[in-house]
């Protein structure tokens, strides 16, 4: 097990055109969280699944966000009819849920998103 | 509301001498605490946890309950300490919740 995976590690979009990057958590891991980073800030939570179930949604996930673990496994965040102001690095991050206070979340590299 | 401030966008300190790196947050209940470093071209990581009360690296923090703080800190900093540092919180929901983090630079 290589860690967190996050495909693709860069995307250039034009405005208005959908997007889906993928995160592929550590194997063993029920949680998983989905996070956003712009320039000069912390990440920002922006949802959270534990295995297939969505359980958390941030205010900043707005309509044209949506995200799914179908099986549990691997996520996908889309962006449909991408703004500029989408532009940032997205991350991935998973945690096995007994241990989040010991071992932490652990993270991907990231997909960096810029749209023009 | 949970929230975490990092005073600090930019520190830098020379070799040797100690670093302190702030973060303050406000949560009404009992927060759980932890610091993530991001070394250059490398993924955000956890550096240690308030629960654990360890000593990573050369790096302590301690929770302080009273005035809502838990700074990081290294008698001696060393040139590998160069990196991006953040605070964040996990309150009674499962989400970590990031300060603006700190960039500290250590001079040779």
């Known amino acids: 097990d290589t860690g967190v995976s996050q495909n693709p590690r860069h995307k250039i979009t034009k405005r208005g055109q959908n997007v889906t990057f993928r995160c592929d958590p550590i194997?063993?891991?029920?949680?998983l969280y989905w996070y956003r980073q712009t320039l000069g800030q912390g990440p920002e939570f922006l949802t959270y699944?534990?295995?297939?179930?969505?359980?958390?949604k941030s205010r900043l996930l707005s309509d044209r966000f949506s995200a799914e673990r179908p099986k549990g496994s691997f996520s996908t965040l889309e962006i449909q009819r991408t703004e500029q102001g989408d532009s940032a690095m997205y991350l991935c991050?998973?945690?096995?849920?007994?241990?989040?206070?010991?071992?932490?979340?652990?993270f991907g590299s990231g997909t960096r998103l810029t749209v023009v | 509301a949970q929230r975490v401030t990092q005073p600090e966008k930019l520190l830098s300190v020379f070799k040797g001498a100690p670093v302190e790196l702030k973060c303050n947050y406000s949560y009404s209940g009992s927060p759980e605490l932890f610091w993530y470093v991001q070394y250059s071209r490398q993924r955000l990581q956890l550096l240690l946890r308030?629960?654990s009360r360890e000593s990573i690296k050369g790096f302590t923090a301690d929770l302080n309950k009273g005035e809502t703080s838990f700074h990081l800190k290294k008698p001696f900093a060393q040139e590998e300490d160069s990196a991006m540092y953040y605070c964040a919180l996990k309150g009674g929901a499962q989400k970590l919740v990031f300060g603006q983090g700190t960039r500290l630079t250590i001079n040779p």
């Open positions: 308030h629960i």
């Open positions: 991050a998973s945690s096995l849920g007994s241990r989040d206070l010991t071992t932490g979340y652990t």
């Open positions: 699944f534990q295995n297939e179930a969505q359980l958390e």
């Open positions: 194997s063993e891991h029920n949680r």
